[in-house]
């Protein structure tokens, strides 16, 4: 009799092995929380890459770093249009957003937002390089490429006009959609004198690789630019987490790796 017990147990024990391992599974497994994130789309290289296409740029690779600083969290990203990204923030469809975006007041209110930076915009004058122009004043009587109506190049130089009225610098606003390379061609040949821009979009790229007499210069307005995450209780620990991952990030060289790799410039040097 205590033979056959004995036997019993032996034939048991696997099975209690495999529901304890398997029980272990599913507590870690339910312990690490899914992060959905919406990444700009159409944003080369700051992140690109549409719905069912893995996202790649500077920031999905420092979402890729914080996601490694954090292992129970769990980072899943796809691309959205820039309008389908706050609004799926806003009803939580996602959990966080990157996108270059700003820190505003309605924003902050609106959403959980780390104090800790992504990354810098550096704004900039692209002219040619046997232009004078290397500053906001510079660009008085000048033929400036059309911005976006409402955009954030529209809004800064509104702003600088309202500090220095003495220095009339004419801008339009334009809806008209051309890619920036080509406004940058069209600097080049003479159409315009100047564009200005966030040295955030791979404009150093396309001057490379076209071969393009064109210079970019220091910049003339600098913005933080910040993760964005979903208004919630729950979100609370994951805004601080986040928060700590980006300040080590920083001080540990990483953002400065990927700057580097992805805009062929230090901008951590400029976050404030």
Excluded: C
């Excluded at 969290?73 to 309008?83: L, Q, T």
């Excluded at 309202?162 to 610098?169: I, L, T």
């Excluded at 208004?231 to 805004?239: A, Q």
């Amino acid at each position: 009799m205590p033979a056959i017990k004995t036997t019993l147990r032996r034939l048991a024990m696997p099975g209690i092995v495999t529901i304890a391992l398997l029980s272990a599974a599913t507590s870690y497994a339910e312990s690490v929380r899914t992060i959905k994130i919406a990444t700009a789309a159409e944003s080369k290289p700051l992140s690109w890459g549409a719905i069912g296409v893995e996202p790649q740029g500077y920031e999905p690779d420092v979402l890729k770093a914080i996601n490694a600083k954090l292992p129970q969290y769990k980072f899943v990203m796809e691309g959205a249009a820039d309008i389908a990204q706050e609004t799926g923030l806003a009803t939580g469809k996602y959990d966080m957003a990157t996108g270059g975006y700003y820190k505003a007041p309605a924003r902050s209110k609106q959403f959980l937002i780390p104090d800790n930076p992504i990354g810098a915009s550096l704004m900039k004058i692209y002219s040619r390089k046997d232009s004078n122009i290397n500053g906001m004043k510079d660009l008085v009587g000048k033929n400036i490429v059309p911005v976006t109506a409402g955009g954030g190049v529209y809004k800064f130089v509104m702003q600088w006009q309202q500090e220095n009225p003495s220095d009339k610098v004419d801008i339009k606003a334009s809806s008209a959609g051309v890619p920036y390379p080509d406004r940058l061609k069209e600097v080049q040949n003479g159409k315009y004198d100047a564009l200005i821009l966030p040295s955030n979009l791979g404009e150093q790229t396309v001057i490379d690789n076209q071969k393009l007499a064109i210079k970019a210069s220091e910049p003339v307005a600098i913005n933080n630019t910040y993760v964005l995450i979903h208004r919630s209780d729950e979100n609370k620990k994951l805004n601080d987490d986040v928060n700590e991952a980006l300040k080590e990030l920083k001080a540990d060289g990483t953002l400065d790796k990927l700057s580097q790799k992805w805009f062929g410039e230090d901008i951590v040097k400029y976050m404030k």
